[in-house]
């Protein structure tokens, strides 16, 4: 059976002013461009999907280890049975899961950061982004999909979005309701996570794939003895036209915005109905509403909706990205405010993620 969801308990987080003071402080340390991408053509994959029993397993043995792995897709394919959910092995020869729901719509998800790399409708149109420069090689984030920014959103103490996106997750469960495909990966906390960050903590994610649906939940649990904070985001990558896409939903939020001069960040009101992307954008969306409307400028309306994220991004690097930065938008579910867990509490997000 699928892992239970773990509750959610009461964590404090910071005021808007107080998410404003500490992302002022934090972004002035980091994000100092994208010189070193050329955005260099890649090669795909394109596998097919078999149908496995209608059972649904218990919880998976397939540990895997940290940064890279030799877990092979066949060691996979032995411990998952479930009808819709098979591993493959993707690109540079890393772990993938492939989920197809009986509507004919179609998720992989890496293991190598727990990313979410392509959500095909079932019109077969791959809605997500990954950039033509990603590298598949088990140590380098994979650029575009849907990365993890844990335990740290953007530049600060540890590396830049944390190091949750450039971990092997484990496979735990795997199950099939009605024609609907899921699996729940798991991270935890290891000696290259004390390195950065000294706490214990275990992270679930739990992946459901519908006709037309992608489904998230998100869940960290304090599992040390001490408190402990963090920030988080799911960086996800849609497929565009920059100049035709735009962003409804987000007029009254207040904003930070980082154009023109990304180290000084500007505190603003939104008053556009519709957002655009005319040029570069990274601006963060304080206290966002649950649902946003993208339109993709390909014909495709996205509902990006959430439960307890609380803020959101926008994201287009314009030309320092020249060769793929039109073909891409950022709209994120992030968690911008720390969030305090006292030990034995737990977090939850959720994001879903419906194309029409």
Partial sequence: MAIAAASLLSSSTQCP???????????????????????????????????????????????????????????????????????????????????????????????????????????????????????????????????????????????????????????????NSEGNPMVTLELKDDSYTHSMWDFNFLATYKVTLESDRLSTQLVVKNTDDKVFSFTAALHTYFHASVTGASVKGLKGCKTLNKFPDPLNPIESLEEREIVNFPGFVDCVYLGAPEKLLLENGLGDTISVENKNWEDAVLWNPHKQMEACYKDFVCVENAKIGKVELQPGQTWTGEQYLSAS
């Avoid at 380098?140 to 190091?163: A, D, E, L, V, Y």
């Fill in 17 to 175: 002013r107080e998410r404003i003071s500490f992302l002022k402080t934090g972004w002035a340390l980091g994000n100092q461009g994208f010189s070193d991408h050329n955005c260099m053509k890649r090669s795909h994959l394109h596998p097919s999907v078999r149908r496995n029993s209608s059972r649904v397993y218990p919880r998976l043995q397939a540990t895997l280890n940290t940064v890279n792995t030799a877990i092979t897709a066949d060691k996979l394919n032995q411990e998952i049975g479930c009808l819709g959910v098979k591993a493959e092995e993707g690109e540079g020869k890393l772990a993938k899961l492939v989920l197809k729901s009986i509507g004919g719509s179609e998720v992989e998800i890496y293991l190598f950061g727990g990313c979410i790399s392509s959500w095909k409708t079932s019109k077969g149109k791959d809605l997500l982004f990954v950039r033509p420069d990603a590298v598949f090689n088990g140590q380098k984030p994979i650029s575009g999909g849907i990365p993890h920014c844990f335990p740290q959103f953007g530049p600060g103490p540890m590396q830049q979005h944390g190091f949750a996106r450039n971990m092997t997750w484990s496979v735990v469960s795997s199950a």
